[in-house]
């Protein structure tokens, strides 16, 4: 009998940062987890949940049947806007920067946010990918942090501390991002699922987690 080997887990980005976050987190229980090169649209939608879904469905189109992928989305989301800017943060960074997107809630009192990450995965292009979110709430505050901070790390400031995410260290922020709550779901998917990740490992182009933990935005 052909013994299985444990697959890779093929996390579709071409962000550093974010692979290299994500293996940290991930390491006891996914052992392989590489990157995979797939050009995927930016999508809309009315949810950052139906955004991901629909992102993980073109992957594991694109990836083929049996290859287990993942995709990330992150939001930010201003609580007296209704959850805007969300999955458009990126868009509006790039567009007004740090100091519009605080402009854009000068006049409300209400400054509390949640950053929000959704992950989803799938093996099959011809089933619902699932879906692990986690959000992590705070406040917007004027930009704070080192002067090559990425992202919107500068303006969130977690409740319970008094750094914004671009202050504190990485192992700090490790502890409480939205990114380690919605992983901590897909981690005991995993571990409840363990069949998900044994079989041949069929993909290939790929590239692991091991770069300079100071390239790359990590929102």
Known sequence: ??????????????NKNKLLET??????TIPKLVSINLDL???????????SRAKCRIASKSAGKGVPVIVEDTSLCFNALNG???????WFLDSIGHEGLNKLIEGYEDKSAY???????????EKEPKTFIGKCHGKIVPPRGPPNSFGWDPIFQPD???????????EVKNTISHRLLALDQFKAYVEENPHILLGDDVTDGQYEADWDETDGDCC
């Open 41 to 51: 649209p930016e999508l809309q939608g009315s949810s950052p949940e139906e955004i």
């Open 160 to 170: 319970g501390f008094d750094e914004t995410f671009a202050e504190m260290s990485k």
């Open 1 to 14: 009998m052909r013994k299985k080997k444990i697959k890779s887990l093929n996390f579709v980005t071409g």
């Open 115 to 125: 950053a929000l990450c959704i992950f989803s995965y799938s093996d099959d292009p």
């Open 23 to 28: 293996s940290k987190i991930l390491q006891n």
């Open 84 to 90: 805007l800017p969300g999955p458009y943060i990126k």
